[in-house]
């Protein structure tokens, strides 16, 4: 497989000032979308800068690494694994080395998967959607992140393609967020849910700021956030969105329970009254 260093530009991204400010964004989302789910496995899918699961009460918490992006990193200095390499996690889960569109998990045996811009940097983005609805559990839930194209950022984003088709340069200094992202519009998204059965119960927008790349610029521009979560909330620069596996013809139940035996109530006593006068003689 060929190397392909445009893999590591999303890391690397992460460490600017636009990206410690997407960063802090996205984990105070994150941790309030999963906070609240319960049950026992849950999987987090690449970016493991950002700990999605930190929230999370299960027992069991996974972060799977790419094995291609693994072995990537690794010719490039970086630290990485092999494929089937378990790997010391930067956050405290277990850490795994696998493909995101061939996940090693038994069908319906996790109960939460966390997608921090996976599907955006995945080779096959339809067929790792398709494996995170296998490996759920009915009633089981996935949270996905991903950059905006209808955005401030996004609209950055496509200039700099532009302007470099047009310049004939294709390092892709121009550019913004890293080039190698392909992404996915929140409509879009949806669709994709809606035809694997999953039903969105929630969302959010987020990162107003223009695409500044100074800590100093972005600090002038802080009062954007307010102004655009009430008056454009649909145009932020990334997205955060929650939905639910659901199986036709299946309920979820509770444990069953045993049947509560009433306790024998005692015979009543009736007390008869018995009259011994004589009847009236006619």
């Not at 699961?53 to 690494?65: D, V």
């Not at 145009?235 to 979820?252: D, E, I, N, P, T």
């Amino acid at each position: 497989m060929a190397r392909d260093p445009s893999i590591l530009e999303l890391p690397r991204w992460l460490q600017t000032p636009p990206g410690r400010y997407l960063l802090e964004w996205e984990r105070s989302r994150i941790d309030a979308h999963v906070a609240d789910v319960f049950g026992f496995h849950a999987l987090q899918l690449g970016l493991p800068e950002l700990d999605v699961l930190q929230a999370n009460r299960m027992p069991h918490r996974w972060l799977a690494l790419q094995a291609h992006s693994a072995q990537d990193a690794a010719a490039a200095g970086e630290p990485g694994a092999a494929p089937g390499e378990i790997v010391p996690p930067p956050v405290a889960q277990a850490a795994l080395c696998c493909e995101f569109d061939a996940l090693p998990f038994a069908a319906h045996s996790l109960d939460l998967v966390v997608l921090p811009h996976t599907l955006e940097f995945a080779r096959d983005p339809h067929q790792t959607l398709r494996e995170v609805e296998r490996v759920l559990v009915p009633e089981g839930r996935v949270v996905i992140v991903g950059f905006n194209p209808a955005s401030l950022w996004g609209l950055r984003q496509w200039a700099g393609r532009w302007a470099a088709r047009a310049s004939g340069e294709g390092d892709g200094s121009g550019l913004f967020l890293p080039r190698a992202g392909d992404f996915i519009g929140h409509r879009r998204l949806r669709d994709w849910l809606r035809l694997l059965s999953f039903e969105v119960e929630r969302g959010g927008f987020g990162c107003y700021r223009p695409a500044l790349r100074t800590q100093r610029w972005l600090e002038r521009y802080d009062w954007m956030e307010k102004a655009g979560d009430r008056w454009w909330p649909v145009f932020g620069a990334v997205y955060v969105l929650s939905a639910v596996k659901r199986v036709r013809g299946m309920r979820v139940i509770g444990p069953a329970r045993k049947p509560v035996r009433k306790p024998r109530t005692a015979p009543a006593v009736v007390s008869h009254t018995h009259h011994n006068e004589e009847e009236p003689r006619r």
